[in-house]
């Protein structure tokens, strides 16, 4: 399994000023729209999809990190965002601490197992100190796909 089947430099967003977590959902989710992995017209049908999930349990995993998702028939193929904002955000994460990583996952309903078998990989990514460390020095949305590409490598066995 490789990053760059599901990350790419173009939904990467780096040193986001936003003030909430409905913020950066929403900038991340209408970066996908942009870059073509979301049908036409249909980024706010996505939003309200990753919300709803939110409003079931928070995705803020502890320690910074934060991995909202969602199924969604308005989605492509199954898309991976990563977004690092410049101040942490409150996330209601189950340490209660803010979050400044967040990875966004999205696929297609139904979806097959690869949903399930990224989501899994992306936590043990957020779980591993050095990998996370490495994402908030990334310089460019480049360098951070880089990082994603060795990390699934390495974690995703």
């Known amino acids: 399994m490789s990053a760059k089947d599901y990350f790419s430099s ?3 967003l780096l040193d986001l000023e936003v003030g909430n ?49 969602a199924k969604c028939s308005a989605v492509k193929g199954l898309t ?3 977004a690092r904002t410049k101040k942490p955000i409150d996330f209601n994460a189950l340490d209660g601490q803010p979050v400044d990583l967040i990875f966004l996952l999205l696929s297609p309903e139904p979806s097959s197992g690869d ?3 990224v989501l899994a990989i992306v936590a043990r990514i ?16 480049e360098e951070a796909v880089e990082v994603l590409e060795e990390a699934m490598q390495s974690l995703g066995g």
């Open 10 to 12: 173009g939904c990467v």
């Open 21 to 69: 977590k409905a913020e950066i959902i929403e900038l991340m989710v209408t970066s996908a729209a942009e870059n073509g992995t979301i049908k036409r017209g249909k980024a706010e049908e996505v939003i309200k999809k990753v919300m709803a999930r939110e409003e079931v349990g928070s995705t803020g995993i502890g320690r910074g990190v934060a991995v909202p998702h």
């Open 80 to 82: 991976g965002l990563f």
């Open 115 to 117: 949903h399930l078998g």
């Open 126 to 141: 957020a779980r591993d100190e050095l990998y996370c460390r490495f994402l908030r020095q990334a310089k460019t949305p």
